[in-house]
């Protein structure tokens, strides 16, 4: 039984659309995050949500929001796709502020932007 | 700027010998240190970590060494089996709680040789 689950694994869309990526952890975590692995393979994280508290790493554009309706999920909604947004997303989630060694990430979103 | 570093993109092992990996990082303020597995199509997946205090942790054929005075730290593999063939991310926190403040290396390949 997948911990950390996310749907759709692989999306192609055009520039300027609006996609999501579901993600679903039933762990019991009450943190989640959205991380990004661009083409120079750089993992970088998006966002953490922790009890409906939302940090969002200031280097990521106001384009993309993540949506949480409970403790469980977290979506990535990204508006008015760009080609450079072509990337593997990763959810991850983890124990209430814990640390990195409690971080259990999803398979990968491959999203390609065309 | 990227704060880890993982300067060797592959590295190729023949079975029962030792791996090592290796891992710069810039930021003297890290204090706490961690190495993730990757098998394709896979997120990563905790393996073993190391906090400042400590210059050596050991788990099973995993090992973490930690030069603070170089900034450096390494993960040795003994002996190294075909199914460790994956690729490894480092990754280092400002503090051992703070998951959603992970930086990430680039990954090296590993392949064992049966």
């Known amino acids: 039984d997948t911990a950390v689950s996310q749907t759709p694994k692989y999306l192609v869309t055009q520039m300027g659309n609006d996609k999501s990526i579901k993600c679903e952890q039933n762990?019991?975590?009450?943190?989640m995050y959205w991380y990004k692995q661009d083409s120079k393979k750089f993992l970088k994280i998006m966002f953490s949500?922790?009890?409906?508290?939302l940090i969002i790493n200031e280097t990521v554009p106001n384009r993309f929001s993540p949506k949480s309706p409970d403790k469980a999920h977290l979506n990535l909604h990204i508006n008015s796709l760009e080609l450079g947004d072509s990337a593997v997303y990763f959810c991850?989630?983890?124990?209430?502020w814990g640390a990195g060694d409690t971080i259990y990430f999803g398979e990968g979103s491959w999203l390609t932007v065309v | 700027d990227q704060q880890v570093k993982q300067n060797s993109p592959s590295l190729s092992v023949q079975e029962g010998r030792i791996s090592i990996l290796n891992c710069d990082y810039t930021?003297?303020?890290?204090?706490?240190f961690l190495w993730y597995k990757k098998y394709p199509a896979e997120g990563p997946t905790f393996l073993i970590s190391?906090?400042?205090?400590?210059d050596k942790n050991e788990d099973g054929r995993f090992t973490v060494f930690l030069n603070k005075s170089a900034k450096h730290l390494s993960l040795h593999i003994v002996p190294s089996q075909p199914g460790d063939s994956a690729v490894y991310f480092c990754?280092?926190?400002?503090?051992?709680?703070?998951?959603?403040?992970?930086?990430f290396g680039t990954g090296t390949r590993l392949t064992v040789i049966p």
């Open positions: 991850a989630s983890s124990q209430a």
């Open positions: 762990l019991g975590h009450d943190t």
């Open positions: 949500y922790n009890n409906k508290e």
């Open positions: 930021n003297s303020m890290f204090d706490y």
């Open positions: 190391i906090s400042s205090i400590k």
């Open positions: 990754a280092a926190s400002l503090d051992q709680t703070g998951a959603n403040n992970l930086f």
